[in-house]
């Protein structure tokens, strides 16, 4: 048993098939007194008032021309039965008709349209709309002329003799195909709608070499308006995430392509809802305005990245996918071809400035170098370099340091100092060490090359998870960008947590610990020792760095 398709006017009726020559089961070779008895007859079956609107439709003669050119002009009454009804059984199907007239061929396939639901592959739709598109520019006005008129001969109504009228009534006919045409490609889910226009646009144009048949170009203009806030959004993104690269260059080569990491997707994201339009404009011998200005700020930040930062790899990586995403801006991409060759003339140009950094890296390293034997008898090397935390003959690599702690504890007899016990801890993600020490000035020397070579990156890590909105736990206190929670202390009953803004806070220091107190309230408070809990110094330099300099947010302590 076979299931009538469904199309825009239910099951089994498509535009043709709602048609007044439909409605009234005439052909467009019967005359007026044909029409009237039909419309008599049938409206004891339909609504009376369907049946009178068809009646008018067929006999005035400026609605019939309409009906007639949205019908099957051209196709003797026996044809139009059988194409209607295989277009009732397999609307695909009509896509394999030849030998019709050019103007009722593109009727047929306009009706096919309707029938394509949000399951259909979204290659052959892109197929099918080219296939439409293609056939609506053979279509000829004489042609149709010719076409209407053999039928009004036979059915006696005057000769259509106007081109004008053809014409108006056939840019008419080309807005019903746009709209047929969008219309399927909205049934799509999103992502084979993008598919589907996309690869439309590329066969149409030859990849943007070739002129594209006008309703594809019309389609593309209409999908240009459609996808405007969405491309807008985007922009906006990839312009806020070029400042986020230019902002992590100094933390770095792996938090510059972190940065990157997330232009890339955001801007190639951009470019798939942007393709159709490029190849369209391209095609028509323009350029997409915010794809070029797009292509030019990435552009500007891969040079920045090289001629300020020496990031070479980053470059050559934001090259590539400049290339890869604006090919289709002719006088762009030559530019980019040559752009390698630029960054390598830039280079031997910047040598003196590369020897500097150089310098500015070995006086770091130099700065971070520390080294001092440990114990009385049995001696242990406490080192820190460029390479690494080295105890115990084993080497921790810099970058694997994910939190600090230290503090020293003084002790004496009856009041008489009898030593201090030095203590630092450092952490990875693999599990902690603790270095016991004796010495002041090893103890000293040790965090002040430690500071330096881990704990500044610890503490722009920091800003970085703040501004993010991420949540860090200190002791018994929370720290978020703009906030912090605090512990109400109650005589009786369960303690409960405070969130107040930075503003509404201050800290001081006590038996060890770092203190952050409400200032209204003395019994709403968070600590956290320095000696044993981690990152307490780290988090207490942001808090009194940002105080000092009077921000209402933690990150932006770190802002110029």
């Known amino acids: 048993m076979t299931t009538a398709a469904r199309f825009k006017y239910g099951e089994g009726k498509s535009t043709l098939h709602v048609s007044p020559f439909m409605v009234l089961d005439v052909t467009s070779r019967d005359d007026r007194r044909k029409i009237s008895d039909q419309a008599e007859q049938k409206s004891l079956e339909i609504s009376p008032d369907e049946c009178q609107k068809a009646r008018s439709d067929l006999t005035n003669p400026r609605n019939r021309l309409s009906v007639e050119m949205a019908w099957l002009p051209g196709v003797s009454p026996r044809r139009a039965k059988q194409l209607l009804d295989g277009l009732q059984l397999d609307p695909m199907a009509v896509r394999n008709e030849t030998g019709l007239p050019t103007l009722a061929h593109c009727n047929l396939l306009a009706s096919a349209f309707e029938a394509v639901d949000g399951a259909h592959a979204p290659k052959d739709l892109s197929e099918f709309i080219q296939e439409l598109a293609r056939l609506v520019e053979e279509v000829d006005v004489d042609e149709v002329i010719r076409d209407i008129n053999e039928d009004r001969s036979i059915s006696g109504f005057p000769e259509v003799k106007s081109v004008e009228q053809i014409e108006t009534e056939l840019a008419e006919r080309k807005r019903y195909f746009r709209s047929a045409i969008k219309d399927a490609l909205n049934r799509l889910p999103p992502e084979a709608l993008l598919i589907a226009i996309t690869d439309c646009v590329d066969g149409a144009t030859n990849s943007g070499e070739d002129h594209a048949p006008e309703l594809i170009d019309e389609l593309v203009d209409?999908?240009?308006?459609?996808?405007?806030?969405?491309?807008?959004?985007?922009?906006?993104?990839?312009?806020?995430?070029?400042?986020?690269?230019?902002?992590?260059?100094?933390?770095?080569?792996?938090?510059?392509?972190?940065?990157?990491?997330?232009?890339?997707?955001?801007?190639?994201?951009?470019?798939?809802?942007?393709?159709?339009?490029?190849?369209?404009?391209?095609?028509?011998?323009?350029?997409?305005?915010?794809?070029?200005?797009?292509?030019?700020?990435?552009?500007?930040?891969?040079?920045?990245?090289?001629?300020?930062?020496?990031?070479?790899?980053?470059?050559?990586?934001?090259?590539?996918?400049?290339?890869?995403?604006?090919?289709?801006?002719?006088?762009?991409?030559?530019?980019?071809?040559?752009?390698?060759?630029?960054?390598?003339?830039?280079?031997?140009?910047?040598?003196?400035?590369?020897?500097?950094?150089?310098?500015?890296?070995?006086?770091?390293?130099?700065?971070?170098?520390?080294?001092?034997?440990?114990?009385?008898?049995?001696?242990?090397?406490?080192?820190?370099?460029?390479?690494?935390?080295?105890?115990?003959?084993?080497?921790?690599?810099?970058?694997?340091?994910?939190?600090?702690?230290?503090?020293?504890?003084?002790?004496?007899?009856?009041?008489?100092?009898?030593?201090?016990?030095?203590?630092?801890?450092?952490?990875?993600?693999?599990?902690?060490?603790?270095?016991?020490?004796?010495?002041?000035?090893?103890?000293?020397?040790?965090?002040?090359?430690?500071?330096?070579?881990?704990?500044?990156?610890?503490i722009i890590e920091m800003g970085e998870a703040l501004e993010a909105g991420k949540s860090l736990h200190f002791g018994d206190f929370v720290v978020e960008d703009g906030y912090v929670t605090l512990v109400r202390h109650k005589f009786l009953g369960a303690n409960e947590k405070v969130r107040l803004s930075w503003s509404d806070v201050h800290v001081w220091t006590a038996n060890g610990e770092f203190v952050v107190g409400s200032k209204s309230d003395k019994k709403t408070y968070g600590s956290g020792s320095y000696k044993d809990q981690w990152n307490i110094h780290l988090i207490e330099h942001v808090i009194r760095a940002a105080f000092k300099k009077g921000v209402d947010k933690l990150s932006d302590y770190f802002k110029g």
């Open 222 to 458: 209409g999908y240009a308006v459609e996808v405007q806030g969405v491309l807008e959004k985007e922009a906006d993104n990839v312009t806020k995430l070029i400042e986020a690269v230019r902002k992590a260059v100094p933390n770095g080569e792996s938090a510059t392509a972190l940065a990157i990491d997330r232009l890339e997707r955001v801007a190639k994201n951009w470019d798939r809802f942007a393709q159709p339009i490029q190849l369209s404009t391209k095609a028509r011998g323009i350029e997409h305005e915010a794809s070029r200005k797009m292509a030019y700020a990435i552009r500007s930040l891969a040079i920045e990245l090289f001629n300020e930062h020496d990031k070479i790899n980053l470059s050559t990586r934001l090259t590539h996918l400049l290339g890869e995403i604006f090919s289709e801006l002719p006088e762009f991409s030559d530019r980019v071809e040559q752009d390698a060759k630029a960054l390598s003339d830039i280079k031997s140009e910047r040598a003196e400035s590369e020897q500097k950094a150089k310098s500015r890296d070995a006086e770091w390293a130099r700065s971070i170098k520390f080294s001092a034997e440990v114990g009385v008898v049995f001696k242990d090397t406490l080192a820190i370099s460029e390479n690494g935390i080295e105890w115990k003959e084993k080497r921790y690599p810099l970058e694997s340091v994910t939190a600090v702690r230290w503090g020293a504890v003084r002790h004496s007899v009856n009041g008489i100092p009898t030593g201090t016990d030095y203590e630092i801890a450092f952490a990875t993600r693999s599990g902690s060490t603790t270095i016991s020490l004796r010495k002041e000035s090893t103890y000293s020397g040790f965090l002040a090359a430690m500071w330096r070579a881990v704990c500044v990156r610890l």
